[in-house]
């Protein structure tokens, strides 16, 4: 059975086996789950034949053959990032690409799949192949496919790969081709850690097989199934907290905000819509804190706030379809001054910099959520953004800028 001292004898043996994290460039230069600036800009540049890293085709042959694409044309293969809203293209001259979406924590837009095959339809493209890459190869969101054929969805034309298997594979093969080209191997060997840290593989062989001997003691598999739906539970009554926290806290330093929306989580039985989101498959995001600018501004559309999706991201709120100038203003005076993306409900949104995955933590979230001051201290300092925002609409209220 479980107790204290099966705890104490993980966190011994973590401490004995573990690899310790070393210096990684790539974690300096971006944030580790920046899918576009970081993981999509890398993959495409190691994709592309004329890559700066001199090995033609290779590496291109090497992710083909792992995710099993097979009969992709190699004759003047072009390779793109970002093009036309799609994160990796890989086009030949003979009428064939494979369009890759990467999603880390990001969640999926409205016929998101549909519209890139419907973009290289329209450029004359028949050989379509749409690869989906997730961290662990979940299937994307029913929104996200429709419009797309069945039988589509059905082929080796649509394929789910995944950074825990596939990338992790192919980068191990890689390492091993550039093992007379110290730079470009170092890259991947960094590039392969930070993988291994994104999807909880860092682990040692050792360290690995020393947790599976002790689950195979006495009970302790039969067992695990009750530890596991405990850590669930655990995780429902932090995040539950964290909402409070922000709430509390926001209340009690900025109440010039007002009160949330009605709609806001705070307001909605909390436990419930939180259960939701670990115990059920579709639906279960995109619940908020939600402050509307008409708290203190009455006739001036949107507000701010913070929601779920996998991750928490904050920014200002405002419907295109409903209200397009207002909208468009947000955007215009403040999208490059909070550096934020933008979408029709969002025209300001931002990860929040902790980067916590709520849905599989990793230990580094994991360590952030299960202390009380650090808990606090996330929700203020989440708090504290979203005021800086609102503080900024606010001012520009004030000098005329912005109008009901």
Known sequence: MFNKDFFKVLHLLRETWHRSESFNLFKVLRKDSDEVRLHSRFIAAILDPQGSHASGDAYLKLFLKQAELNGFNLHNVQVHNEYKGIDILIKNDQGQAIVIENKIYAGDQHQQLYRYYETMKDEGVEDITIVYLTLYGHEPESHSVEGLDKDLLKSKRYVLISYQHHIQHWIEQCVHHAALQPPLRESFAQYLQLIEQLTGMEQSETHMQKLKEILLEEDNLANFHDLQRAYTETLIDLQIDLWQKMLEYQQNQYPQMGKPDEDSVTNLDIRATVEKFYYTS??????????????????????????????????????????????????????????????????????????IDFKAPNREALLILGDEAQRFELAKSIMDELHFIWQDVMDKIESGEIKS
Do not use: M
């Not at 996998?310 to 955007?331: E, P």
């Open 282 to 355: 579709r639906n279960n995001r995109y619940y908020c804190l939600d402050y509307p600018f008409s708290n203190c501004h009455a006739g001036v559309k949107g507000g701010v706030g913070i929601e779920i999706e996998n991750q928490l991201y904050l920014g200002i709120w405002c419907d295109k379809d409903d209200h397009y100038r207002a909208h468009q203003k947000f955007v215009k005076l403040f999208k490059s001054v909070h550096d934020c993306a933008t979408t029709d409900l969002w025209p300001l949104w931002k990860y929040i910099k902790q980067g």
